[in-house]
Nanobody
């Protein structure tokens, strides 16, 4: 079992940057595929990025377009999302999640954090 706690959200102006962190507890973190998702008010939860167990492979949603970078440090049981060139449309609650398989489908992720709010002002 994996427990996840996100941090690093906040209010930032358009064009700014934030780095989200997700601290995991449990022995299975290094064997878990990790993903970041987001949900804006009135919208469905959507895929942002995911990373393989050792961090060698990652995938991003099209809207990221090189602005966001997912990474992980298995020694620290932490996964990160570096977000640059933020836009107002990036405003959402951001969640990290853990899965036993490689997927961008949120239904394939069994463990979720509580989320962290990111607000981008114009």
């Amino acid at each position: 079992q994996v427990q996840l706690v996100e941090s690093g959200g906040g209010l930032v102006q358009a064009g700014g940057s934030l780095r989200l962190s997700c601290a995991a507890s449990g022995r299975t973190f290094s064997n878990s595929f990790m993903g970041w998702f987001r949900q804006a008010p009135g919208k469905e939860r959507e895929f942002v990025a995911c990373i393989s167990t050792r961090g060698g492979t990652s995938s991003n949603a099209d809207f990221v377009k090189g602005r966001f970078t997912i990474s992980r440090d298995n020694a620290k049981n932490t996964v990160y999302l570096q977000m640059n060139s933020l836009k107002p449309e990036d405003t959402a609650v951001y969640y990290c999640a853990a899965s036993g398989i490689w997927s961008s489908d949120p239904t394939k992720y069994a463990y979720w954090g509580q989320g962290t709010q990111v607000t981008v002002s114009s």
